[in-house]
């Protein structure tokens, strides 16, 4: 079975720039999450997707961040525009139930 | 507010011996508890769960523990090998109005020398 997808796995850019990173989940997975792990600290969710629907977005700052589940499968996570602070691992899970499966993660730089 | 808290930064065990990572809890809404393993530049792995109606789980190496009226939960890794080496992430989740997501802690580097 293959695992959770997510690309690129490393992406360096200045602030106000803009980035966006793709998750591909295992398939039938109806459940994907975007979390975001700063150096030192464990992965905080970013937003959750039942299927094509937004479940939970209350921690994602939306005046910057942006993110879409086209079809209820893959999902594209945008910053817009990046800042200093952005700089962090992103991290892609899916799952059917409690256990949550991860992606490699996405490593973005913030110059 | 640190809902899930894991106190110890970084422990080394010797190769052989019994590894003991501690984690505590605040929200009593919690009803599952997940430890994940995380290698560099890998995504977290899952490691072992346990719901809140029970008190251990075991699964070869790997026994985790739960007390309820302390909120904290324990993973304990018997024999410890050179291979955990690793970070390990305690996690909770709830069922709740806005979903399922896991709540982590701070996770402990475990170092087990040879």
């Known amino acids: 079975e293959a695992g959770v997808a997510q690309s690129p796995r490393y992406k360096i850019i200045e602030k106000r720039q803009s980035v966006a990173f793709w998750c591909n989940p295992i398939?039938?997975?109806?459940?994907l999450y975007w979390y975001q792990q700063i150096l030192g600290q464990g992965p905080k969710l970013l937003i959750q997707?039942?299927?094509?629907?937004?479940?939970?977005d209350s921690q994602l700052p939306k005046d910057r961040f942006s993110a879409e589940r086209l079809k209820g499968v893959d999902s594209t996570l945008k910053i817009q525009p990046a800042k200093l602070e952005d700089s962090a691992v992103y991290l892609c899970a899916s799952s059917l139930g409690y256990e949550q499966f991860f992606g490699p993660g996405t490593r973005l730089t913030v110059l | 507010d640190q809902q899930v808290k894991q106190n110890s930064p970084s422990l080394s065990v010797q190769e052989g011996r019994i590894s003991i990572l501690n984690c505590d809890y605040t929200?009593?809404?919690?009803?599952?508890f997940l430890w994940y393993k995380k290698y560099p530049a890998e995504g977290p792995t899952f490691l072992i769960s346990?719901?809140?109606?029970?008190d251990k789980n075991e699964d070869g190496r790997f026994t985790v523990f739960l007390n309820k009226s302390a909120k904290h939960l324990s993973l304990h890794i018997v024999p410890s090998q050179p291979g955990d080496s690793a970070v390990y992430f305690c996690a909770a989740s709830a069922v709740t109005q806005a979903g399922t997501a896991l709540i982590f802690g701070k996770g402990t580097t475990l170092s087990v020398s040879s």
């Open positions: 346990i719901s809140s109606i029970k």
């Open positions: 398939s039938g997975h109806a459940t």
């Open positions: 929200n009593s809404m919690f009803d599952y």
């Open positions: 997707f039942q299927n094509n629907g937004v479940v939970d």
